[in-house]
């Protein structure tokens, strides 16, 4: 009888865990503003264009966009349906994860990463936004599943769910490809033990890069493309990641402001940092020595967690890609990590003690992320909400960046007319040489359910025709003294910020300036023009 009532308690404790996971992602899951990459996905998977739905968007293969498709036609196109695909997704991480974890070290550390995983503000931020992170971190552990039972069984039904769900991974993400590499790892550091096994999923994995053929142009193309820059900071990024996947984007204020000055940053929260990297690096420690009891496992957990961070940190100066949102699919094996030296704690006290203050870095987190208002997302919904409530006829709005109107357009319904700058090297930039796009919002174009309205770039002739996307693109003081006021919108400024700022406090009388500071910030500010045309000897000032 006590083993059925030990099995019923463990049955129970993980449905409560899985209970308050999904709680706690679906909870205030629309309160908070849409970000720039969230209005992309959103704008994309309310296509029913195949064009746009497969190939808008250039930084990702299209499975995540197909699948929010999906979704969108059942459950509505709204902001809560979009991101409730996410949580939704992030409970299946959950249950995948005990799976895994239970299957390498026990159901004891099973029932622990799944708790961790639930409570994660990490994974809660992710499973509250609109992008394919989850999505990957799902096809990931269901990947590692698949290859837990090759080694395990080498059955048939194990090598066609290593397939699929390796073929769907690298068809959503194109990091996933360290994966592949890290399991090929595992087969030739136990060679004499899985010859066979090794050449078979060799096989497996190149018919699964032939099948992603069509995507290697595009590939390349996106390497190609990326800034190639050693970062200063290069020495703090691992840390960070850990410290991240641990506290989430809620333990401390962190925007581009702070990440610009990083060292005063450091020292300003260094008793904070310092208690929670003493706490986590001492539950790692006990949870690699707990690890390392079971090589294989460790082995495993090995390709899973360190070899893709290690692929990324070699490759950082060509393709700048070390961030923890690009490698949040390696996140649940640091969880198992921290549940095995949670569990493994030789004392109970010390369990209970270790445990307590590793949940009060999650609480404070979670208050944070949930009633703080200094934390959350770009605050696109506050900055419309400003504008609109404040704008008058004759004015006219600015984007500092024109890839801002995406988030922008989803909250406002005025009908005032829109410029987008170009995004350009700060270099390239001078008062002479400046250019606006123009674009002419009207209702039925702005509504975020419109899928064809995507990006200035990108805006298709028949609505570029109506909205005048790509008309002439003028000097600012040719077209200004059409209006009485202008709204500067600046967004990720951090590089271009004081340029425009000095532009056009030469050209306007600036009359009020608003800060939205939240995640990346946003910085609005109205301008009074002279209704005249501005004279050959204004354009020179």
């Given amino acids: 009888m006590s083993i059925i009532r030990?099995?019923?308690?463990?049955?129970?404790?993980?449905?409560?865990?899985?209970?308050?996971?999904?709680?706690?992602?679906?909870?205030?899951?629309?309160?908070?503003s849409l970000w720039y990459d969230e209005a992309v996905s959103i704008s994309i998977g309310s296509s029913d264009d195949p064009e746009i739905l497969i190939f808008e968007e250039f930084n990702h293969p299209p499975f995540y966009h197909v699948l929010l498709h999906i979704w969108m036609r059942i459950a509505g196109h709204s902001i809560y349906s979009a991101r409730l695909f996410s949580a939704l997704l992030g409970l299946l991480a959950i249950i995948l994860g005990y799976r895994l974890a239970s299957r390498l070290f026990g159901a004891r550390v099973g029932r622990v990463t799944a708790a961790i995983m639930a409570f994660s503000p990490f994974m809660?931020?992710?499973?509250?936004?609109?992008?394919?992170y989850n999505l990957i971190i799902v096809l990931v552990l269901g990947s590692f599943s698949s290859f837990i039972s090759i080694l395990d069984a080498n059955r048939r039904r194990a090598w066609i769910g290593y397939f699929i769900s390796n073929l769907l991974l690298v068809y959503t993400y194109y990091l996933s490809v360290f994966v592949l590499m890290g399991q090929l790892v595992y087969f030739l550091v136990l060679w004499r033990e899985h010859k066979q096994s090794?050449?078979?999923?060799?096989?497996?994995?190149?018919?699964?890069?032939?099948?992603?053929?069509?995507?290697?142009?595009?590939?390349?193309?996106?390497?190609?493309?990326?800034?190639?820059?050693?970062?200063?900071?290069?020495?703090?990024?691992?840390?960070?990641?850990?410290?991240?996947?641990?506290?989430?984007?809620?333990?401390?204020?962190?925007?581009?402001y702070e990440k610009l000055q990083l060292m005063q940053t450091i020292r300003e929260h260094i008793f904070y940092l310092a208690i929670v990297g003493s706490l986590i690096g001492f539950i790692t420690i006990w949870g690699i020595k707990a690890a390392w009891r079971n090589k294989k496992a460790a082995l495993v957990l090995a390709v899973f967690l360190v070899l893709p961070i290690i692929f990324v940190s070699v490759l950082f100066p060509i393709v700048p890609l070390l961030s923890e949102r690009y490698l949040a699919f390696v996140s649940p094996a640091f969880y198992m990590l921290l549940a095995l030296g949670l569990v493994n704690f030789p004392t109970r006290f010390a369990r209970i003690l270790i445990s307590t203050a590793f949940a009060s870095i999650f609480v404070l987190s979670l208050y944070n992320y949930y009633f703080?208002?200094?934390?959350?997302?770009?605050?696109?919904?506050?900055?419309?909400?400003?504008?609109?409530?404040?704008?008058?006829?004759?004015?006219t709005i600015v984007f500092q960046k024109d890839y801002g109107v995406i988030p922008y357009h989803f909250y406002a319904w005025n009908a005032i007319s829109w410029f987008g700058i170009p995004e350009r090297p700060i270099e390239s930039l001078n008062q002479d040489s400046l250019e606006l796009r123009r674009l002419w919002v009207e209702d039925e174009i702005c509504r975020f359910d419109d899928p064809k309205f995507y990006a200035l770039d990108s805006c298709p002739d028949s609505i570029a025709a109506r909205a005048g996307a790509k008309a002439s693109m003028p000097h600012?003081?040719?077209?200004?003294?059409?209006?009485?006021?202008?709204?500067?919108?600046?967004?990720?400024?951090?590089?271009?910020?004081?340029?425009?700022?000095?532009?056009f406090a030469r050209l306007f009388t600036q009359v009020e300036?608003?800060?939205?500071?939240?995640?990346?910030?946003?910085?609005?500010?109205?301008?009074?023009?002279?209704?005249?045309?501005?004279?050959?000897?204004?354009k020179s000032q």
């Fill in 6 to 32: 030990r099995l019923r308690g463990a049955f129970y404790a993980y449905l409560l865990i899985l209970v308050i996971g999904l709680v706690l992602r679906c909870i205030m899951l629309d309160s908070q």
């Fill in 124 to 132: 809660i931020y992710f499973s509250q936004e609109a992008r394919m």
């Fill in 198 to 256: 090794f050449l078979k999923i060799l096989t497996c994995q190149i018919a699964i890069v032939l099948l992603f053929v069509p995507w290697l142009l595009h590939l390349i193309q996106v390497v190609g493309s990326q800034e190639r820059s050693y970062s200063q900071d290069f020495i703090f990024r691992v840390p960070y990641l850990f410290f991240t996947f641990t506290s989430g984007y809620s333990g401390l204020i962190l925007n581009y």
């Fill in 372 to 395: 703080n208002p200094a934390f959350g997302k770009e605050q696109w919904k506050e900055v419309a909400q400003h504008i609109r409530e404040n704008s008058k006829p004759g004015d």
């Fill in 476 to 503: 600012i003081s040719d077209w200004a003294g059409e209006y009485n006021h202008v709204w500067l919108v600046l967004s990720k400024n951090f590089d271009t910020e004081f340029f425009y700022r000095d532009l």
């Fill in 513 to 538: 300036q608003k800060v939205f500071p939240k995640m990346n910030g946003i910085t609005v500010c109205l301008y009074e023009v002279h209704n005249q045309r501005m004279t050959a000897q204004d």
